[in-house]
Structures are given as structure tokens and as C-alpha cells.
């Protein structure tokens, strides 16, 4: 799973971007539909980080974030 997360290249937005993105799904088990669909107010990375993501047959559920995960989305890779 490292090798997944470390292979975007670090050096681009883009690969920020994705890395931040792969590192939330694999945190937060969530599926693609899920991940693209998320919302600004729905990740949280102040205080407690959580993610609130709506599922299939509308399931919502929240998930709380890795310090890692977190300090990723918070530095403005990427963008809910």
C-alpha cells in the first residue's frame, strides 16, 4: 500500500493531489464514489479530523482522519 501512495509524484500539484486523495480512501475505506462526491464541511481536519461521507444506498457514516491523512488535506493539497 505505500508504494500506492508514495508513486504520484510529490514534486506536482497533481501528485500532491493525488496523494492526499489515495491516502483519505485507503484511511477512510471509502470508494470512489464517495471520495469525488465529498463536499467542503464534509472533511473536517481542525480538532477531531473526520470525513463525512454519504454511501451507497444512502448510507452516511464518518470516519475519522490519520494525523497524516489530515496534515496532508490541511497543507492545501487537496481541495473538498
Not at 493531489?17 to 464514489?33: E, H, I, K, P, Q
Amino acid at each position: 500500500m505505500q508504494a500506492i501512495l508514495d508513486a504520484p509524484d510529490a514534486r506536482t500539484w497533481a501528485g500532491e493531489r493525488d496523494r492526499a486523495l489515495f491516502s483519505m480512501m485507503y484511511n477512510t475505506g471509502a470508494r470512489v464514489s464517495e471520495a469525488i462526491g465529498l463536499r467542503v464541511g464534509e472533511v473536517v481536519v481542525d480538532g477531531s479530523a473526520v470525513a463525512h461521507l454519504h454511501g451507497k444506498g444512502r448510507k452516511d457514516r464518518s470516519v475519522p482522519l490519520w494525523r497524516t491523512t489530515a496534515n496532508l488535506i490541511r497543507n492545501g493539497t487537496i481541495e473538498f
